[in-house]
């Protein structure tokens, strides 16, 4: 049998002079990807992930959230397709995040990618993996360089042995936080599940279905956030469904089969649209402190057609437990916020009500109707959100505010701690919380309150160090460091030399 003819690579341009990354700007990996074929799959994304006013927060590379959701599903291997720094990179963020399992990799070179060798080898290995004793389901992600060159991975096969193969592209050009790279993938998962449920029988869950109508949770909450949103959901004869991203391909099933699903986490849209498609309503916010319960209950048993008087008991059993959980943890100082899981409206609400003076909350991801209910109300308290914020406006706004606790990303962290100001961890010490119901408005209280309480410790620091191992100076020197204004000078000469050159290289 002739060997196959490889599909050659849509667009061998996006290889040339550097090559394209993060690096070579958004403007040339966009028309890279567009020319190769992808502009389809691109507009869709602009139209689910609205930019602006920024651009794309400064996050870590979006694939993450595609990467981390198909290996947290069991029986599934996820395989990456991209430059081997990248995957270098995600790799390791993956098992440092506690990955359970390997990532797959198909490395290329110029010529694999050119001659469309690469689309071979990432088929062949396809195959290779679709093994249905092992595995549910097989994740292909197109990371940058494949996505602009136009590695076709919808060419795949749609299964193999009974094994779902899944390509997506998941370039940081066109999905702009890992946030949202969590939808590509989930969205894409649900549309392969509703159209198997379609074309016939599917297997139950493993526990079995619910004998109540469920509600599935659409976002990564606490594990104990379920358990306690299944007791909300109780008195008005419901329970809790799965959540998505889920942890098993059959789970995708129970999901559909909802009576509603609630949109905890307001960035899913391509999940949202799955759930559209199969006619279940889909409800904005979560049951977050004492006014955020109340109406998510109200909403979801509306949702559901649940009578008035039984939506009444829910809230009669709730919400008295709520109010007194905020009354007993009080938290006293003022805050600013900003981070990039989507949850930062839900966490600013429940400060608020904690009794905090929360001054701004920056979120990378965008508005959307289901995190507007939370905007409204923190605006309505004062509170300035700005959504796909930046990092310069986070900083700006910790400055601006002088807060008694900065709570944000990693270099707003570090800015925090430079200005005295303590601060803590969005992402590790804040969002990996209970925040549901009553067991999350007493969580926050305490490492807040403490955090606060160390402001001391940074004003003795402050005094001990004075302005040592600042800016030029950081770091541990054998010999006191010496300005070096000649030296600066000459690099900037040749920047300015090279921004020319290629300037006129440009205009040729
Ligand atoms: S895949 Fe991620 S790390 Fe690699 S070039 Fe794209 S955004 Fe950057």
């Not at 290329?108 to 993996?129: C, M, P, W, Y």
């Not at 919808?154 to 042995?161: D, E, R, T, V």
């Not at 909403?299 to 009669?316: E, L, Y």
């Not at 926050?444 to 955090?451: C, I, M």
Request: charge should be neutral.
């Amino acid at each position: 049998m002739d060997a196959p003819t490889p599909t050659p690579v849509a667009n061998p341009d996006a290889l040339k002079g550097d090559g394209v990354g993060c690096h070579s700007g958004r403007d040339a990996m966009l028309e890279a990807a567009a020319s190769a074929g992808k502009a389809e799959v691109l507009d869709q994304y602009a139209a689910d992930y609205p930019k602006g006013p920024h651009d794309q927060p400064q996050s870590m590379c979006p694939a993450f959230g595609s990467l981390r959701v198909g290996l947290r599903m069991r029986r599934t291997q996820t395989i990456l397709s991209g430059s081997a720094c990248c995957v270098y990179g995600l790799t390791f963020t993956s098992h440092f995040y506690g990955a359970r399992r390997s990532v797959g990799y198909v490395p290329f070179n110029s010529e694999t990618l050119v001659t469309g060798k690469l689309f071979e080898d990432i088929r062949e290995s396809v195959h290779a993996q679709a093994d249905p004793t092992k595995l549910d389901a097989i994740v292909v992600i197109n990371l940058c360089v494949p996505t602009a060159s136009g590695v076709p991975l919808q060419l795949l096969p749609k299964s193999i042995n009974g094994v779902r193969v899944i390509g997506i592209d998941v370039p940081g050009f066109g999905v702009p936080t890992h946030a949202e790279a969590k939808d590509v993938l989930a969205g894409a998962m649900l549309r392969y599940a509703r159209n198997e449920v379609q074309s016939g029988p599917v297997a139950a869950p493993r526990t079995g279905r619910s004998e109540r109508p469920t509600v599935t949770l659409l976002g990564e909450i606490f594990p104990a956030d379920p358990v306690g949103i299944g007791m909300m959901l109780e008195p008005m004869g419901l329970a809790a469904g799965p959540i998505v991203p889920t942890r098993e391909w059959r789970e995708l099933y129970a999901a559909l089969d909802c009576v509603a699903v609630a949109a905890l986490h307001p960035f899913y849209t391509a999940s949202v649209r799955e759930f559209a498609a199969a006619g279940r309503p889909v409800v904005g916010s979560a049951p977050v402190g004492h006014d955020g319960t109340e109406a998510w209950l109200q909403s979801i048993g509306t949702a559901a057609g649940v009578p008035q008087v039984r939506i009444d008991a829910a809230k009669n059993r709730i919400l008295p437990a709520i109010r007194a959980a905020l009354a007993a943890t009080p938290i006293k100082g003022r805050i600013t916020m900003s981070g990039y899981e989507g949850s930062e409206l839900l966490v600013g609400r429940l400060l608020v009500e904690s009794g905090a003076d929360l001054r701004y909350v920056g979120s990378a991801c965008p508005r959307t109707p289901w995190n507007d209910a939370d905007r409204q109300w923190l605006e309505a308290r004062g509170v300035h959100v700005q959504f796909r914020a930046s990092l310069e406006q986070d900083i700006a706004a910790m400055r601006e505010f002088r807060p008694d606790l900065a709570i944000g990303t990693t270099p707003v962290v570090q800015a925090g701690k430079e200005a005295s100001i303590p601060s803590l961890y969005f992402t590790n010490l804040i969002s990996a919380r209970p925040l549901m119901g009553p067991a999350g408005a007493g969580s926050l209280a305490t490492v807040v309150n403490s955090a606060i309480a160390n402001k001391a410790r940074f004003d003795t620091m402050k005094d001990f160090f004075g302005e040592t191992g600042q800016g030029d100076n950081s770091g541990i020197w054998s010999e006191t460091p010496r300005a070096r204004p000649e030296f600066r000078d000459f690099t900037r000469r040749q920047v300015i030399k090279l921004i020319k050159r290629r300037k006129a290289e440009e205009m040729i």
